[in-house]
Structures are given as structure tokens and as C-alpha cells.
């Protein structure tokens, strides 16, 4: 991918990011998360390690940019969910 590419993909992450809290949260709560304080609300770890691998975390800015590379179709969290369903199913 050409870095205009990339650039248009770095700009989804966080509102994927904004929708995905707020399909976690209370109603009432997820109001309050926007594009600007998304990134005090998640987790500070980027990666995991598991079975002597290090992973990236879901939903990390690593995750959401390895998704949107791999299926750039991608516009909105409904979109995320319908891939992983089928990749998993």
C-alpha cells in the first residue's frame, strides 16, 4: 500500500475505536467518548504475549490498522464485526 493509502486508513482508527467503546458502554456513558479522549479510555498495553508469541491487542491502533490493510472495505465497527464473524465461523 501507498502511504496516501495508509493515510486515509490511519484516519478510521479512531472512530472504530469511539464505536467499539460505545457498544460496550451504557448508553449514558458511551455519550461521553469522542474521537479526541478515546485514547485516555484504552487499554495502555498494545500487545500481549501468549504461548511464546507476542500478539497485538484488539482493538489497539496495531489491530485496527492490520484490519483495515487487510480488508480495507472496512468504514465502520458493524463492518469489523461482520469480517471477524465470518473469519471465525
Known amino acids: 500500500m501507498n502511504s496516501k493509502q ?10 472504530l475505536q469511539v464505536e467499539w467503546l ?3 458502554l451504557p448508553e449514558d456513558q458511551g455519550k461521553v467518548i469522542t474521537v479526541d479522549n478515546v485514547d485516555d ?4 498495553e498494545k500487545t500481549i ?3 511464546g508469541q507476542r ?3 484488539y482493538m489497539s491502533d496495531g489491530w485496527v490498522l492490520k484490519m483495515l490493510k487487510k480488508y480495507p472495505q472496512i468504514k465502520t465497527y458493524q463492518d469489523l464485526q461482520n ?3 465470518n473469519k471465525n465461523g
Open 22 to 24: 460505545q457498544s460496550i
Open 49 to 51: 504475549n501468549a504461548g
Open 41 to 44: 479510555l484504552l487499554p495502555d
Open 55 to 57: 500478539l497485538l491487542s
Open 6 to 15: 495508509i493515510k486515509k486508513l490511519r484516519k478510521l482508527i479512531k472512530p
Open 83 to 85: 469480517i471477524e464473524e
